[in-house]
T-cell receptor
Framework: DTGVSQNPRHKITKRGQNVTFRCDPI?????LYWYRQTLGQGPEFLTY????????KSRLLSDRFSAERPKGSFSTLEIQRTEQGDSAMYLC????????????FGSGTRLTVV | DQQVKQNSPSLSVQEGRISILNCDYT??????FLWYKKYPAEGPTFLIS?????DKNEDGRFTVFLNKSAKHLSLHIVPSQPGDSAVYFC??????????????FGQGTILTVHP
């Protein structure tokens, strides 16, 4: 297992377009998290899943954002009708209930909305 | 509402000396605290954590101190090495003494260790 994988690494899109990001967690991890990080700030929580169930969503996750984790494996984060304010690094992380050593983060997807 | 604050945007230290990174929090429900390190173009990596029932946790060159009454924690790196140069994030959770679920991060401190 090579860790948490995120694709694409970079995405440039025009305002108003829809984008979708994918995250493949560490296979034995049942929890998956999405965070957003803007320049000069720490990661901000968006949502997290335990298996396929979405347990918590931030108020940052407007109705233009939707996340899924079908079958409790990979996850997708979709942003509809992108706005320039959506430009950020989108980070995915996973963890297991068997350890308490924090998340394992992926390298992120950098979104630029032009 | 910034519940976790790292008030020093940057810190510069000489190799071999001690690095002290500070973090303050406002939410008294936080009961588990973590430090992450981030290199450019990579995701944050877990460094060390501490439960609110402890006031110190040590792992090699890294020690985290927690002062609950002051709602303050610090990360000590001794001795500092050039490879420690990175952005350090403090994070906190209110999940029953675990890191599961939502973490609230500080803004980060850029540490530069000079040879």
């Amino acid at each position: 297992d090579t860790g948490v994988s995120q694709n694409p690494r970079h995405k440039i899109t025009k305002r108003g377009q829809n984008v979708t990001f994918r995250c493949d967690p560490i296979s034995e991890h049942n929890r998956l998290y999405w965070y957003r990080q803007t320049l000069g700030q720490g990661p901000e929580f968006l949502t997290y899943f335990q298996n396929e169930a979405q347990l918590e969503k931030s108020r940052l996750l407007s109705d233009r954002f939707s996340a899924e984790r079908p079958k409790g494996s990979f996850s997708t984060l979709e942003i509809q009708r992108t706005e320039q304010g959506d430009s950020a690094m989108y980070l995915c992380a996973s963890s297991s209930e068997q350890d308490n050593y924090g998340y394992t983060f992926g390298s992120g997807t950098r979104l630029t909305v032009v | 509402d910034q519940q976790v604050k790292q008030n020093s945007p940057s810190l510069s230290v000489q190799e071999g000396r001690i690095s002290i990174l500070n973090c303050d929090y406002t939410n008294s429900m936080f009961d588990y605290f973590l430090w992450y390190k981030k290199y450019p173009a990579e995701g944050p990596t877990f460094l060390i954590s501490i439960s609110s029932i402890k006031d110190k946790n040590e792992d090699g060159r890294f020690t985290v101190f927690l002062n609950k009454s002051a709602k303050h924690l610090s990360l000590h790196i001794v001795p500092s090495q050039p490879g420690d140069s990175a952005v350090y994030f403090c994070a906190a959770s209110a999940n029953g003494g675990t890191s599961y679920g939502k973490l609230t991060f500080g803004q980060g401190t850029i540490l530069t260790v000079h040879p």
